[in-house]
């Protein structure tokens, strides 16, 4: 299965815009402005499905800073024998006084090649000792600090045009860095940290002024960058448009080839430009797009939702892990389409995304947690993990549960192979399948002689039913159950959406009793400030932007849900 990457339009974007955006979020972290210093491009093996001990049983006595911590992706390393700091100054000043380089590493609890990381390397005696000796170790939750990551992100994608998580970057102790890369296999990783060891023991003051000069010469490209106008003029929405269409899959649905997000960032725009314009093909790539997701194997077609993306272009074999920030865009984006088409499809999609948000993520007390994990663990009583085990078959559990019969019909409908469908490094040996829409109901009853429609229809909800129920048996993939401030702004917004245009008041009243618990939990009424996420009673640190916006557009949907005047007061006070 692929490493969680960043889609690549974003770090195809030209080196001064990336740049741009070092400077823009850099101005967030107490340290003087920077340039990288560019190493070769870090390349990642292929990937196969691994398997470990389960990660919520750590074997080792140690115990390091981070047990102190609320962020489940921290706590996931509390016991690694790596001598970890949270984020902050007590690591830096260590790191100055010792005159070591700091060794970052960023990545969240629902990430696969995370977990492996923490596994293979993190866990390793050896590793760990390197680690220790040379370095100062600092681990992050990217979703706590997007600030942070978004920076070394951009620094990574700049230097080797790739990036995604893990995030690993070394750095200087006033935190400029020289080196970044993603996901790094336990021999290479100890190599690198060796040798890079090794380099800043001989020849650190060149290491730290040659940073310094490129930063100079950073800053001096970023600062010959046109001027932006004041407002966002229609030439440049037609260029977007054409930059976009460029990059359409007109056989698959969707934009790029493989690995493949759904990006309903793009899909909104599009819809906007159909609205502006009038242009069919705006709506025709949205639509088609929204099709070929929702047939594929990226949407959970037993238990709904959508998983993080798909590592083949036909949106066939998936990345497991599911996220809230994608459930209420893509929610949000199927609604519209229902609103301009009509097509009881796309509400049948919106639906199916709300209603497994509200069944699986909404946590004890409100809110959404942020993800549950693409991995979990073979069988109840065991410790081995795999990526997607909840959620792919082999031929032969199908019809253990259906019979042979009715297995025959639901293989031919969702793609089940005997020798499984996924690629053959992730298959073997297990054989697994994961499911999706090869062929129509109405082929399907065709391809069997099924003449009587209903009859058909009763049968395809019997087999899904049996099915669900037998997956509910298996051991769930695990969830980060922090609640973050913009992704539950966004599902206020999807729900109260929702509620309107289908005359829901289920979506309603979720999305009133949401933006309540932010209020109550992540607000300070007297600063008017928000908190970032908030985790077993407390909150973490302040807010950003996207807090802030994310949660001003969920209350501007709900006040035009329910006409609440509180809500607008409150949007109005976050503005200000």
Known sequence: MSFERVPAPLVSLQRARVLALLALVFSALPTPAWAPLAPGP?????????????????????????????????????HNPVD?????????????????????????????????????????????AVLSQYFVVIKVDREERPDIARLYLAYVEATTNSGGFPLNVFLTPDRK???????????????????????????????????????????E????????????????????????????????????????????????????????TGKREALDMVLATLRAMAHGGIHDQLGGGFHRYATDAQWRAPHFEKMLSDQAQLAVTCTDAYQITHD??????????????????????????????????????????????FYTWTADEIQSILGQQNAAIFDYRYGVKADGNLPSQES?????????????????????????????????????????????????????????TAWNGMMVAALAHASQVFDDPRYLAAAESTAQFLRSHLYDPQSKRLSRSYREGSATVDGFLDDYTGLIDGLLELYAADFDIGWLQWAVALEE
């Not at 102190?68 to 921290?74: C, G, I, Q, R, T």
């Not at 698959?252 to 909104?268: E, I, Q, S, Y």
């Not at 395809?460 to 969830?479: D, F, G, H």
Request: proline share 6%; glycine share 6%.
């Open 344 to 389: 009881p499809f796309f509400a049948a999609v919106a639906r199916d995304i709300l209603d497994f948000s509200l069944r699986e993520l909404q946590v004890s007390g409100g809110g959404f947690a942020s993800a549950l994990d693409a991995d979990s663990v073979l069988a109840a009583g065991t410790q081995e993990t795999r990526e997607g085990a």
């Open 177 to 219: 860095p020289f080196l970044g890369g993603i996901y790094f296999p336990p021999d290479k990783l100890k190599a690198l940290l060796l040798k890079t060891a090794d380099t800043w023991e001989k020849d650190s003051g060149k290491l730290t002024d040659r940073a310094s000069r490129s930063a100079q010469e950073l800053v």
């Open 428 to 484: 073997e040996p297990a054989r697994k399948n994961v499911l999706y829409e090869m062929h129509t109901a109405e082929d399907t009853a065709k391809h069997f002689g099924m003449h009587d429609s209903q009859a058909s229809a009763q049968l395809a909800a019997s087999t899904r039913a049996a099915l669900v129920e037998a997956r509910s048996r298996r051991p769930r993939p695990l969830s980060d159950d922090k609640v973050v």
């Open 42 to 78: 870090m390349q990642v093996p292929g990937a196969t499905t691994l398997s470990s001990t389960q990660d919520a049983a750590p074997t080792t006595p140690h115990t390091n800073r981070l047990i102190a911590e609320k962020s489940p992706y921290l706590l996931l390393h509390a």
């Open 221 to 276: 490209m970023v600062s010959r960058a046109p001027s932006r106008k004041s407002s966002l003029q229609p030439a440049i929405l037609d260029r977007a448009f054409e930059q976009v269409g460029a990059t359409y899959d007109r056989t698959n649905g969707g934009f790029g080839g493989a690995p493949k997000f759904p990006r309903p960032v793009t899909l909104d725009f599009l819809l906007r430009a159909y609205a502006r």
């Open 84 to 128: 970890w700091y949270p984020w902050g100054n007590e690591a830096f000043e260590r790191a100055r006084r010792e005159h070591k380089p700091v060794f970052l590493s960023i990545g969240y609890y629902t990430c696969h090649w995370c977990h492996v990381m923490e596994r293979e390397s993190y866990s390793n005696a050896e590793i760990a």
